[in-house]
């Protein structure tokens, strides 16, 4: 057996090739949508693609499944469970729980595992010419290490009213099955640390049901229905606003992108006119060189492993926008995007040279340091405003601090005062600098940016409440 795990750091995504060496064939399971990832390895090991298969409905990504069957000619092997509407609209081969199919010698089991959604299922691989018994069980959304899918993003972040309590639920019965199963099989999940569908993710990448029983939180509560539901839903963090886009885009039929594009240089001009129109500039620099000087009106996205996940928050799908990008990143920027179908680049600008050559005048941003903070956190004329998530903030923020997550901050400005000076912070100030940005764009001239923000503050000392 051949096996490689495939992970994508920007969304702590995992997916995994597994091939027959024998027969030359292989599977992909939970394929990202750059899939020439898969296409150089399967010509590395003179293999062919002839099923591609996916766990369920994904909500933080969008699938490279067709993208990957339309190149090769593989078959998509895809859930049937889950009930009226939870089909996949595009021919496929169903699955239902208990089904068997072989990937030459390689045989898979499928397990239905509902919770995280409802037509969510497991592989279960056996390796038959080493033994008979499974050795590997690709779990998707339903098992992590040391954690297990969440059953809100249904309602939270796709609107689906009703489904969160009776996602707990699912999951319970689940998480009994799953605990049923040999201690030796390997654990291989479809997320890890970082990821926004779950709350406590593990670092590393894989597992096996013995060590998940011991260390998964989900397994203490073995005769506790309402404890495990109530400790699955509290505290999960703010599903992106992507993710419902995701969820129609993975089910439906869709335009394929079966290649990587490339950007198109932008003159000043059409930047210009383009911003004048009210399209926006992501500025994807580092974000001390944002503070140094940046176009005014552009948001600064860093491109880090995070710049998919934020541009999924404040870009939506029918609008065109441009990156201000060092060409060297084109490649690295734009898969981050195609793999949330972020596809509609208007094009690019390599600096902010061009603008201030052309007689523009670029903003700075004003940061501030802990001693300007504490000077200012009792005047009245003052507004702290954290940026951080729910649980962060409930976990402990400066005294005196009004919370707005970043996120929603371009729904809350109501929130945010026009007539006060405003302090921006939140834990290590990428988020900070975010915030700082959108606030710009849309008018304000009253910002701070306490950048060290609330890493720096609890390093010192400094008291905080909850």
């Given amino acids: 057996m051949f096996f490689q795990h495939v992970y994508d750091k920007s969304l702590a995504q995992a997916s995994y090739f597994i091939g027959c060496q024998k027969a030359g064939v ?26 591609i298969m996916e766990t369920h409905i994904h909500a933080d990504f969008l699938s490279g499944a067709r993208e990957l069957a339309a190149l090769t000619g593989g078959k998509l092997y895809l859930s049937d469970e889950g009930g009226e509407g939870w089909e996949y609209e595009f021919d496929h081969i169903g699955l239902k729980d208990g089904n068997t199919f072989m990937v030459g010698n390689l045989k898979m089991e499928v397990m239905h595992t509902p919770g995280h959604t409802p037509e969510s299922i497991s ?48 999951m319970y019965k689940s998480i009994d099955r799953f605990s049923k199963l040999p201690d030796h099989i390997q654990v291989w999940p479809g997320h890890g640390a970082g990821s926004a569908c779950g709350k406590a993710l593990g670092a590393v990448p ?10 998964n939180w989900a397994f203490r509560f073995a005769s506790d229905e309402n404890g495990f539901t109530k400790f699955l839903l509290e505290d999960q963090p703010e599903p992106p606003k992507y993710f419902a886009m995701m969820k129609k885009l993975n089910k439906v039929d869709r335009p394929l992108l079966t290649s990587v594009p490339t950007l198109n240089l932008l003159s000043n001009d059409a930047m210009k006119d383009a911003m004048a129109k009210g399209i926006k500039v992501i500025d994807t620099r580092n974000k001390a060189d944002f503070a140094a000087g940046h176009i005014p009106g552009s948001i600064n996205i860093q491109g880090n492993n995070s710049f998919a996940t934020w541009a999924g928050w404040f870009l939506s799908y029918d609008e065109p926008f441009i990156l201000l990008a060092d060409p060297a990143t084109h490649d690295d920027l734009v898969r981050k995007l195609m793999r949330i179908g972020l596809d509609n680049i208007m094009g ?20 501030i340091d802990i001693d300007t903070l504490k000077a200012k956190l009792n005047d009245s004329n003052v507004q702290v405003v954290d940026l951080r998530g729910a649980t962060e903030y409930k976990s402990g923020h400066i005294a005196g601090a009004d919370h707005v997550f970043v996120g929603t901050l371009p729904k809350n400005l109501d929130k945010v005062s026009k007539e006060k000076q405003v302090i921006v912070l939140c834990q290590g100030g990428d988020r900070a600098t975010i915030g700082y940005s959108l606030l710009e764009n849309a008018g304000y001239t009253n910002i701070l940016n306490y950048s060290p923000s609330m890493n720096e503050w609890i390093a010192q000392g400094n008291p905080t409440v909850n």
């Fill in 123 to 170: 592989f279960l691989l056996t390796d038959t010419p080493a033994s008979p018994e499974p050795v590997m069980f690709f779990t998707g959304d339903f098992v992590f290490v040391g954690d297990i899918g969440r059953p809100d993003l249904l309602e939270k972040a796709a609107g689906m009213t009703g489904t969160m309590n009776a996602g707990a639920q699912q």
């Fill in 206 to 215: 894989s597992s096996t049901v013995g060590y998940e029983k011991i260390r």
């Fill in 26 to 51: 292989a599977a992909v399971i939970d394929p990202k949508r750059d899939v020439d990832t898969y296409l150089e390895i399967a010509k590395q090991n003179n293999m062919t693609i002839t099923h």
């Fill in 348 to 367: 690019f600008i390599p600096s902010t040279e061009a603008f201030v050559a052309a007689g523009g005048t670029l903003n700075t941003t004003n940061v």
